[in-house]
């Protein structure tokens, strides 16, 4: 079974791969994705200055799903950049995700990242957990001016990493946004921002920060991510490949991301809860999936989702 990938014009060995956010900070975490079976060694979103992210607990798994308000815990930009090189020698695409308190900082990290060559760089804008500061994409004209100086300054492919939109004139409005920008790739969905969990036997919120809204993961968020999936895909018409995120266990879940319209995957939730020995299960049953549909290739199954 060939479950290659290929993004704008990188080679991927498989189409699984890890989502930002999730075990991906150290050098630790990231060289043992890079010792895994995943196709690709995506960092978490970076800031200029490292971080310890917001008080615990921040992240809580519950029957279905996951919340998090992490706060953006990371090493700071520079020890990624002095990283790369060495996460370049497992030979596989390395993604590195960047992210930022202001317009300025995303330009500097972007610039500094991108001299280093990473594969592909992922404009984050669409984290939900820091106090004060929007998810950006949900602002138009702030994504927009913000892509537009971030793809001046960056060579390599470059992406974003969006939230879930909930209507269709949004889907429309950002689509011809990422097309004016010349974006390479996109990744769909981010968790969906600000849900709240409460625990049934202490009446209380299961995470600190934030009073207890944080990003939603898992399987719960499955059909949002599919839909987010889909209708970019419906718009860019192959012009723009997407790498679906959301709610993925299985390799049927993979399968239904394929369907919808992604090239690839990327993993959070369950490569939280279930480490890196995940990567080479869901392998396996994409295989299983792709075999018994009569295919040779994740490929052949990117967009065939049929309709009613
Ligand atoms: C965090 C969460 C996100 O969903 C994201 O995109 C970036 C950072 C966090 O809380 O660390």
Request: contains cysteine; negative net charge; charged residues 20%.
């Given at each position: 079974?060939?479950?290659?990938?290929?993004?704008?014009?990188?080679?991927?060995?498989?189409?699984?791969?890890?989502?930002?956010?999730?075990?991906?900070?150290?050098?630790?975490?990231?060289?043992?994705?890079?010792?895994?079976?995943?196709?690709?060694?995506?960092?978490?979103?970076?800031?200029?200055?490292?971080?310890?992210?917001?008080?615990?607990?921040?992240?809580?798994?519950?029957?279905?799903?996951?919340i998090n308000s992490m706060g953006l815990p990371n090493l700071g930009h520079q020890a990624y950049v002095d990283?790369?090189?060495?996460?370049?020698?497992?030979n596989k695409p390395v993604i590195a995700s960047v992210a930022g308190f202001s317009p300025d900082e995303f330009v500097d990290i972007a610039t500094a990242i991108d001299a280093v060559k990473p594969d592909l760089m992922e404009i984050n804008l669409s984290c939900p957990n820091i106090e004060g500061h929007p998810q950006i994409a949900y602002d138009f004209d702030a994504a927009e001016q913000l892509l537009t100086r971030i793809r001046k300054v960056v060579n390599r492919p470059m992406g974003t990493k969006l939230p879930p939109y909930f209507d269709p004139v949004h889907h429309d409005h950002?689509?011809?946004?990422?097309?004016?920008?010349?974006?390479?790739?996109?990744?769909?969905?981010?968790?969906?921002?600000?849900?709240?969990?409460?625990?049934?036997?202490?009446?209380?919120?299961?995470i600190k920060p934030k009073g207890g809204f944080g990003g939603l993961g898992g399987a719960i968020i499955k059909p949002v991510a599919l839909a987010n999936v889909r209708a970019f895909a419906l718009r860019f018409q192959g012009r723009i490949p997407i790498i679906g995120v959301g709610g993925i266990e299985t390799g049927q879940d993979?399968?239904?991301?394929?369907?919808?319209?992604?090239?690839?995957?990327?993993?959070?939730?369950?490569?939280?809860?279930?480490?890196?020995?995940?990567?080479?299960?869901?392998?396996?049953e994409l295989t299983t999936v792709l075999e018994s549909k009569g295919l040779q290739s994740s490929t052949e199954a990117v967009g065939r989702l049929k309709e009613l």
């Open positions: 079974m060939n479950l290659t990938a290929s993004i704008a014009g990188i080679t991927f060995p498989t189409c699984i791969m890890n989502a930002a956010g999730a075990r991906c900070v150290t050098a630790e975490e990231l060289e043992a994705i890079g010792n895994s079976r995943t196709g690709a060694i995506v960092t978490k979103s970076m800031t200029r200055d490292a971080r310890d992210g917001n008080p615990s607990p921040r992240y809580v798994a519950f029957p279905h799903g996951s990283l790369i090189p060495r996460l370049k020698e497992f950002m689509a011809s946004i990422l097309e004016q920008c010349r974006v390479d790739f996109i990744s769909v969905i981010n968790s969906i921002g600000n849900g709240l969990v409460i625990d049934p036997e202490t009446d209380a919120v299961v993979i399968y239904e991301h394929l369907l919808a319209g992604a090239s690839a995957v990327q993993i959070g939730t369950a490569f939280v809860e279930e480490g890196t020995q995940m990567f080479a299960r869901l392998e396996q």
